[in-house]
């Protein structure tokens, strides 16, 4: 599943009238980036949501014959359901029973999805990419030491490091059960509940990861990008 409902507040007014994930950089809109990674790593199915103005991605993306993909589209409300919420709604898109990649459509990243499957071992319901903390995040979001994360460093005996996650997860349907359809509900907590039962776990990624929150980081990636 890529998450591409956010409304893109602090890229106004660049997202006036093109939703975040189709704003271009190095070339290709940004959610192209993501498509075209999981389809070379063998990836069939993808579910998109969307909100504020969706009718474009699914205009630019249409059915994903063009790479050899099935997307299916889950609509919702502008601005109503937050991430976890998003991800609740599409659950009959996703199966009911099999783990599933979710990643964030606003961020670039050149983690390798083929490793996504073998992630999850039989006893989580979440795992998540983590990477340094970004000079606008310094404090980070978790605490990884091997690959068991915490809610903060305390949490694991004072081991292992805070970091920031990159917006990239494996997820059991099972994480959202208390999550009704249409129901808002935020992703943090969850997390946190799958990480205070031990059922949570993480892997550091040292490559290129960049929040394209912003249209200065937009520029200096689309720079970089045209530079390769």
């Known amino acids: 599943m890529i998450l591409a409902a956010g409304r893109g507040e602090r890229m106004r007014p660049l997202t006036d009238h093109t939703p975040k994930p189709l704003l271009p950089v190095g070339g290709r809109p940004l959610i192209v980036w993501h498509i075209e990674r999981l389809a070379a790593a063998g990836f069939v199915d993808i579910v998109i949501n969307h909100a504020h103005l969706g ?13 050899n993909l099935r997307i299916a589209y889950s609509a919702e409300p502008p601005g109503a359901l937050e991430t976890a919420g998003g991800i609740a709604n599409a659950l009959p898109l996703l199966g009911a029973d099999a783990p ?27 795992h998540l990419v983590m990477v340094p903390n970004p000079p606008q995040h310094p404090g980070g979001d978790f605490c990884l030491h091997g690959n068991v994360l915490g809610v903060d460093c305390a949490a694991l005996a004072g081991r292992g490091e805070m970091l920031t996650f990159a917006g990239i997860g494996i997820y059991r349907p099972q994480l959202f059960a208390a999550v009704g359809r249409g129901q808002p509900a935020k992703l943090a907590p969850l997390l946190r509940m799958a990480m205070a039962s031990g059922r949570a776990s993480g892997e550091l990624h040292g490559g290129r990861w960049v929040d394209v929150g912003t249209p200065e980081r937009l520029r200096a990636l689309d720079d970089e990008l045209r530079s390769l």
């Open 55 to 67: 009718g474009q991605i699914e205009a630019l993306l249409g059915d994903g014959a063009a790479w």
């Open 100 to 126: 599933f990649l979710v990643l964030n459509g606003d961020i670039y990243c050149d983690w390798l999805p083929s490793g996504a499957r073998d992630s999850l071992t039989a006893n989580k319901l979440a």
